[in-house]
């Protein structure tokens, strides 16, 4: 993608995009400067096809505010739209009026339509007199087509209370082609005295609880920054809802709450995740359900098979926790819940690109020690993380690489078609990114935990930060960056290590 200026970036275009060159209705016209900005949430882009982008910003001039609703009146708001391919807006290529509603937090999901393959755009909104900052995002190549090479970037869990995001802002300055966010956008706990920085509240459970929490963590400037940049693909873990949830089971009843609070608990979650999302309407919260996981197309060099770990799982395994635990090994159970496994391997079998990209939430290669392993990741679900890759197999998927997020720290590791061989085959590849903020600073480490009960793990570090890959039709080249510090604003980013996947070679490869 061509790079966004600093002008653009930093002030959004509001000084050097004419008002006037928006085309607007006249009550949108009749609002004063004197209106509060309403865009203090600022504005993201996500879910892009080779003709079709989401644009998404939420109302918000007093964003903080107890009752969600960041200071808006009981009242919809028209909120004008367009999209251009400089950042001056000298010509636009698509733009219209969306109805913000109260009852959706003055969320908008605006599908940008009509526009050219594997192509960089601008976009903006104009709500009560006032412009939006300026926001870069692209299409996907056709499909039949590989298009430039895919520059992507992704991260997890962004603890607001142990650090600064400045690890978004340097995701921002890679001028990525994507970002994907694996979960744990937000954390659902009140605050702990004595961090960087402290959650408004106590933990979160009703609509305005969650509501407030995204616009917290959306008022970041470095947040802000990384939605701006390009389009996002994301998924939510568990503490967009609760910790360690498991379909609708609890991990705990702290809070306590009834089993009626409880569903309307998950329900209030995923309403407010889709409200602060760049989601398409598919994806819209239908009472204490929401369908999140889907396939994502890019031309024909890559495609994108985004899981949801949490809605469907089996509870986790003996009472979850770090153990051994004979029951992970059990037919019966499944991570993503078995019509989840068939839509994922049936997606795999048809081959739509040289890549398929599993972006999921939790560690997905085997690792044990004397003590077991953790029954919330893949290995407290053997048996359908065997059923999955040895599907894969069948379906002779010649690139499977999983994206993980939620453990807090780097990894990369080689994934094998039987784990109690280490000389079996190796058949895929995970890439594991380290967090944004969660864990605070941790440190230098690099020697790899287990490795001598799980020699399939190639790569470990406890430093926050995210993965930044290069994706093409020969090969995959992934370099794992990360920041000395997030107890304090505006740390470095340097590569730790880097590695390659060859087309047709499964596999981490030192670079």
């Known amino acids: 993608m061509s790079p966004i200026s600093r002008r653009t970036l930093v002030f959004g275009g509001l000084a050097a995009a004419g008002v006037s060159a928006v085309p607007v209705r006249s009550a949108v016209i009749a609002a004063t400067a004197a209106v509060p900005y309403p865009f203090q949430l600022g504005i993201a882009s996500g879910e892009p096809d080779a003709n079709s982008v989401v644009l998404w910003t939420r109302l918000a001039p007093s964003p903080l505010n107890a009752d969600g609703q960041g200071g808006m009146a009981n009242a919809d708001v028209v909120v004008d739209w367009q999209v251009s391919t400089t950042d001056t807006f000298s010509t636009l290529?698509?733009?219209?009026?969306?109805?913000?509603?109260?009852?959706?937090?003055?969320?908008?999901?605006?599908?940008?339509?009509?526009?050219?393959?594997?192509?960089?755009?601008?976009?903006?909104?104009?709500?009560?007199?006032?412009?939006?900052?300026?926001?870069?995002?692209?299409?996907?190549?056709?499909?039949?087509?590989?298009?430039?090479?895919?520059?992507?970037?992704?991260?997890?869990?962004?603890?607001?209370?142990?650090?600064?995001?400045?690890?978004?802002?340097?995701?921002?300055?890679?001028?990525?082609?994507?970002?994907?966010?694996?979960?744990?956008?937000?954390?659902?706990?009140?605050?702990?005295?004595?961090?960087?920085?402290?959650?408004?509240?106590?933990?979160?459970?009703?609509?305005?609880?969650?509501?407030?929490?995204?616009?917290q963590y959306k008022t970041d400037p470095d947040l802000q920054a990384a939605h701006a940049v390009a389009p996002w693909i994301v998924v939510p873990d568990d503490h967009e809802v609760e910790n360690n949830y498991a379909g609708t089971i609890r991990e705990n009843n702290t809070p306590a709450l009834t089993a009626a609070q409880w569903t309307a608990r998950r329900s209030a979650a995923y309403q407010a995740y889709y409200e602060n999302m760049p989601l398409r309407p598919a994806?819209?919260?239908?009472?204490?359900?929401?369908?999140?996981?889907?396939?994502?197309?890019?031309?024909?060099?890559?495609?994108?098979?985004?899981?949801?770990?949490?809605?469907?799982?089996?509870?986790?395994?003996?009472?979850?926790?770090?153990?051994?635990?004979?029951d992970a090994d059990l037919a019966t159970r499944s991570l993503p819940g078995n019509p989840q496994e068939t839509w994922l391997l049936d997606g795999l079998g048809q081959h739509l690109g040289t890549w398929d990209i599993i972006g999921q939430q939790v560690f997905f290669a085997r690792r044990f020690n004397s003590t077991g392993a953790s029954m919330d990741s893949w290995d407290g679900y053997r048996a359908s993380r065997a059923r999955i890759q040895q599907g894969w197999v069948d379906r002779a998927v010649r690139n499977p690489v999983v994206l993980t997020g939620d453990v807090h720290r780097a990894w990369g590791n080689d994934l094998k078609a039987d784990y109690n061989n280490a000389n079996s085959a190796t058949i895929g590849s995970e890439l594991v990114t380290s967090s944004v903020t969660s864990s605070g600073d941790g440190d230098a480490t690099t020697a790899i935990p287990d490795v001598g009960t799980n020699p399939w793990l190639k790569f470990y570090s406890n430093r926050r930060g995210y993965i930044r890959a290069t994706v093409s039709p020969t090969q995959l080249n992934a370099d794992f960056r990360a920041v000395a510090k997030v107890s304090e604003h505006g740390a470095v980013a340097s590569t730790l290590k880097s590695f390659v996947v060859q087309e047709g070679q499964p596999g981490l490869q030192a670079v």
Not at 188 to 215: K, M, Q
Not at 297 to 323: E, I, N, P, V
Request: proline share 4%.
């Open 93 to 215: 290529v698509a733009f219209g009026s969306v109805t913000a509603q109260y009852a959706a937090a003055h969320s908008v999901h605006v599908v940008a339509g009509g526009l050219n393959p594997d192509s960089d755009y601008y976009y903006r909104f104009r709500a009560q007199g006032q412009l939006s900052p300026v926001g870069r995002t692209r299409t996907t190549p056709a499909v039949g087509t590989n298009g430039r090479d895919l520059v992507m970037a992704f991260t997890s869990c962004s603890h607001y209370e142990e650090g600064y995001f400045t690890v978004y802002r340097r995701m921002a300055e890679e001028n990525p082609g994507v970002i994907l966010h694996l979960g744990d956008y937000i954390y659902e706990y009140g605050p702990t005295s004595g961090r960087p920085r402290l959650h408004l509240g106590n933990e979160v459970v009703t609509i305005a609880d969650y509501r407030r929490r995204y616009a």
């Open 283 to 326: 994806q819209v919260n239908s009472g204490n359900s929401i369908q999140l996981y889907r396939r994502l197309r890019w031309g024909s060099l890559a495609t994108f098979h985004m899981l949801d770990t949490r809605q469907y799982r089996d509870d986790q395994a003996c009472g979850d926790g770090w153990k051994i635990c004979s």
